[in-house]
């Protein structure tokens, strides 16, 4: 006879309700680890992680303004030292840049270097085949009501926007 796993022991009792909500969270941070190592996987021979390059992939959307560090921040929920770290990373590996904003001296941008427009180029092939197949257990029916579900929790648990 097999143990009940660590998590079914914690649930025991509890009602179903709260039974599944605490084990759907539970999994969705697993999977959520899982996929981000998955395409970590992928982006190993090019020497960078999944981190680094959706920097680079939001560093190089620069059509409407310039990218700066604290929207990179927001953008990939990490703190601004999170964000120093990486970005020191992806200057020492020659594929991002800090250069000084318009008007306050303080303020800087980031642009992306010839060496990171030919990763991302090399790349990208990669990550979205490793996108694929990360969700290809549930077919394609499956990832859209999957998107359809996340996009809602994201609705209800985001924080509203300030003004």
Do not use: C
């Not at 009602?15 to 982006?43: K, T």
């Not at 030292?81 to 303080?106: F, H, M, N, V, Y």
């Not at 694929?132 to 996009?151: F, I, P, Y």
Request: glycine content about 6%.
């Amino acid at each position: 006879m097999t143990q009940p796993s660590r998590l079914d022991r914690l649930l025991a009792g509890r009602p179903p309700e709260l039974a599944n909500a605490i084990a759907a969270s539970r999994m969705l941070f697993r999977v959520a680890h899982l996929l981000e190592a998955h395409i970590d996987a992928a982006l190993q021979p090019f020497g960078i992680d999944m981190r680094e390059y959706l920097a680079l992939v939001l560093i190089a959307d620069d059509a409407i303004e310039p990218l700066r560090p604290s929207d990179l921040s927001t953008t990939l929920d990490a703190t601004r030292t999170q964000i120093t770290r990486l970005l020191d990373g992806l200057e020492k590996k020659g594929l991002a840049q800090r250069l000084p904003g318009s008007g306050d001296r303080r303020s800087f941008h980031l642009a992306q270097t010839d060496a990171a427009r030919e990763l991302l180029r090399r790349a990208a092939p990669a990550v979205h085949a490793a996108y694929e197949s990360g969700w290809a257990a549930v077919g394609a029916e499956g990832t859209v009501r999957a998107l359809q579900v996340l996009k809602r929790l994201h609705k209800d648990l985001a924080p509203p926007e300030t003004p």
